[in-house]
């Protein structure tokens, strides 16, 4: 049990030792909150920009993946406008082919065959075969009499012996 005191000098004291105690443990008390805060906020802040920092990172990811793909997407959009290209060339070769192949269809001799025709790069080469070598030469000159084939040339002949004795020739036209 408390003691009761009746002198207020010595009641002023013991109050103030208990309020100077009271004090201290709140003063302690808010100074460990501080140091507390101190030292745990920056932690805090740390992390939330350690979080943030890795949002970035996979934002960047995410973006560069998609500069990739998009890369890739007009690399293949520019070789399907190239294959494009081609075919809308083709398609104009082929009309000019067939121009031009209709045009010789007019000039072959009728002992002669043609074995194959191609064309490339605006140049056409006949090869064909016959039994008579002045059809080779009626064949050129009527390729060079006409209009749209001026610059073809004779560029080999081959003979071979065929069944019975006779020979066959082998040629080659070159129309620039």
Known sequence: MRELNLIPYELKKKRDKEISIYKAAFYGIIAVFIIFIVLYIPKLVLNHYIAEKDQLKLTIDANNNINKEQGNLLSE??????YTEKIN???????????????????????????????????????????????????????????????????????SGGEGGILSYEFTIVIN
């Open 77 to 82: 959009i520019n070789s399907y406008k190239t």
């Open 89 to 159: 060339s083709i398609e104009k070769v082929k009309v000019l082919i067939s121009d031009k192949i209709s045009g010789i269809q007019k000039l072959v001799p009728k002992d002669l065959t043609i074995t194959t025709l191609n064309y490339n790069n605006k140049i056409i080469t006949i090869n064909g075969t016959t039994n008579n070598y002045n059809s080779i030469s009626e064949f050129a000159a009527n390729l060079q009499l006409s209009d749209n084939y001026k610059n073809s040339r004779i560029n080999s002949i081959t003979s």
